[in-house]
């Protein structure tokens, strides 16, 4: 039996936020998404983090001449999630006993509309 796709008014509605990463260490993609949910895990629990639908679409290296490490990333989570996502990740300020900055710079509803903040 062939499983059929759920219309598209079913589905669960996505929004991408674009972040500013900033880290003094290099940061990996996998390394990346185990801090963002690790902030979610923190701050909103388990049970409240399981609805954001987290997911890193895609980590960017920034050329930079600072001490730190500049990144774009852009992030999946479900829509009405939004601001819960933000303040999470606005608690961020270390992984691994080293310092990194977390900064929402743009809130898009497609990943092409993600391109003209980046």
């Known amino acids: 039996m ?31 998404t185990s801090i963002v949910w690790d902030a979610c895990v923190r701050f909103q629990g388990e049970n409240n983090t399981s609805n954001f639908n987290l997911w890193t679409i895609e980590l960017i290296e920034s050329e930079n001449d600072s001490l730190f490490n500049e990144y774009k990333a852009i992030l999946r989570c479900q829509r009405d999630f939004e601001d819960e996502v933000r303040s999470s990740l606005a608690l961020v300020h270390n992984s691994d006993r080293k310092r990194i900055s977390i900064t929402c710079i743009g809130i898009s509803g497609t990943i092409k509309g993600c391109s003209k903040y980046i």
């Open 2 to 32: 062939k499983l059929k796709v759920l219309p598209k008014s079913q589905r669960k509605h996505n929004h991408y936020l674009v972040l500013d990463v900033k880290s003094e260490t290099e940061i990996a993609k996998n390394d990346f």
